[in-house]
């Protein structure tokens, strides 16, 4: 999860063109003082007129339609998936809910949002939701994207390391060149850097681009194609065969790389949880979910568990669903690690921090109905709204494991589910 001091450079100035580094560290501080205490409906009605009023408060607040989500609009005619879907025969439909308002202080997300989440697991809402209250009437999450990159990594296989050194030789010689065969492919992709790996007569390439506001797996692929073909082309000395992808990139897998280098975008959020609202939110004190937390850290690593933390892929497949990412990307974006402590007044400390998270606001999925929808509810849909997107991810990740951890800390895990998670 490392950056180079080159890529941060980059990073502040990035953020001294919307505005002065000092006041936006200072917009990132919780806010004092309490919340007033703002609900949705309690997430055990169910019932139709319920449902209504619930949609016609988050339109209200919002002033965005839920059109689809409410099936006052037909969906578009089959034609309109092509580039999403093959063979289609009809639409999988999975219960979408809200948790919130979730307050965020951001980089590019501020304030109140009302967070889509498609699940079937009873409990899972009503988690969120609740992580999330007790979050806003502590002041608020932190949530910053702080940077991002996306890789495709592909195999060359040469005879001997006498090859393999004139091959990388040239490889260093033609970068300038590799970059404008990216521009040429596509108008938002920005090839940063090609990095090197050698094992024995394999040389694995990685090349790391920026995607804008694309998740970018297909951008990527499609512009190291053309500058593999130029290398084949062009290269003093062939290779024997070589391949797209070499599976190094952590491509919809869990891997150690994400603690290494970013893949999709960096995002670390934090809070500080008041110790009333702890015991009144959350029914547990500060040190009891602390203690959980630290027990639970020790056993990840028995388990060798790549990073520590609770169900990450909880809040990310549920909102990937809803808002139109890949959701096979979830196997590489849980990836990641929480951290609790107690703090001098006896308050709780919790941050979390996502390296690969791959998430888009245009391309792929974000364009089908409901999706679309959902990405307007938190006003993340377009271009330009990527980084907050991730932000809000990040957000929601915390309040997640905020809750579960409380949860299992105050004894009412098994009992929430009892609660929540049956049809009786």
């Known amino acids: 999860m490392t950056t180079t001091s080159k890529k941060a450079k980059k990073l502040l100035n990035r953020y001294n063109v919307v505005k002065p580094l000092s006041e936006m560290m200072e917009e ?38 839920l059109n689809y ?175 797209i992808e070499s599976n190094y990139s952590g491509d919809k897998k869990a891997t150690a790389v994400s603690f290494t280098n970013v893949r999709g975008k960096k995002v670390t959020a934090e809070v500080v949880v008041k110790r009333d609202i702890a015991k009144k939110i959350l029914f547990a004190e500060p040190k009891e979910i602390y203690q959980y937390w630290l027990s639970s850290s020790v056993s990840a690593v028995q388990s060798v568990s790549i990073g520590i933390q609770g169900h990450f892929a909880n809040a990310l497949a549920a909102i990937f669903m809803a808002c139109g990412q890949d959701v096979a990307c979830v196997s590489e974006a849980y990836v990641g690690i929480t951290r609790m402590e107690v703090t001098e007044s006896n308050d709780l400390y919790v941050a979390v921090t996502l390296p690969s998270l791959m998430v888009g606001t245009v391309g792929g999925g974000t364009e089908l109905p409901t999706q679309k929808e959902c990405l307007e509810l938190i006003g993340c849909s377009g271009n330009g709204k990527a980084r907050k997107f991730a932000e809000i991810c990040g957000a929601t990740v915390l309040a997640g494991e905020l809750s579960i951890a409380a949860a299992i800390a105050s004894g009412n895990f098994a009992k929430a589910h009892k609660l929540f998670g049956r049809k009786k």
């Not at 205490?37 to 619930?54: F, G, I, M």
């Not at 890789?151 to 040239?170: D, H, I, K, M, Y």
């Not at 499609?222 to 062009?234: G, K, L, M, S």
Request: glycine share 8%; with cysteine; net charge positive.
């Open 28 to 65: 990132l501080k919780p806010e004092s003082g309490i919340f007033d205490d703002v609900l949705l409906l309690k997430p055990t009605s169910w019932d139709a007129v319920s449902v209504e009023k619930r949609r016609s408060f988050v339109e209200e607040i919002t002033g965005k339609k």
């Open 69 to 243: 989500l409410r099936k006052d609009k037909e969906f578009p005619s089959p034609e309109s998936y092509r580039g999403n879907i093959e063979n289609y025969i009809g639409m999988t439909c999975i219960p979408t809910g809200i948790i919130g308002p979730l307050h965020i202080k951001g980089t590019e997300a501020k304030g109140d949002f009302f967070v889509p989440m498609a699940t079937s697991e009873g409990a899972l809402i009503a988690s969120y939701h609740r992580g999330a209250k007790a979050t806003r009437l502590s002041g608020g999450i932190s949530s910053v994207c702080l940077t991002e990159g996306v890789q495709r990594t592909p195999l060359f296989r040469f005879t001997s390391l006498s090859e393999v050194g004139t091959f990388l030789r040239w490889v260093l010689e033609n970068l300038k060149i590799f970059k404008k065969i990216v521009s040429e492919n596509s108008k938002h992709a920005i090839l940063i850097d090609v990095r090197i790996n050698i094992e024995g007569n394999h040389v694995l390439l990685i090349f790391e681009y920026t995607t804008g506001d694309a998740s970018g797996q297909n951008m990527v692929t499609f512009c190291t194609e053309a500058v593999c073909r130029y290398i084949i082309q062009h290269t003093p000395v062939k290779p024997q065969y070589w391949f």
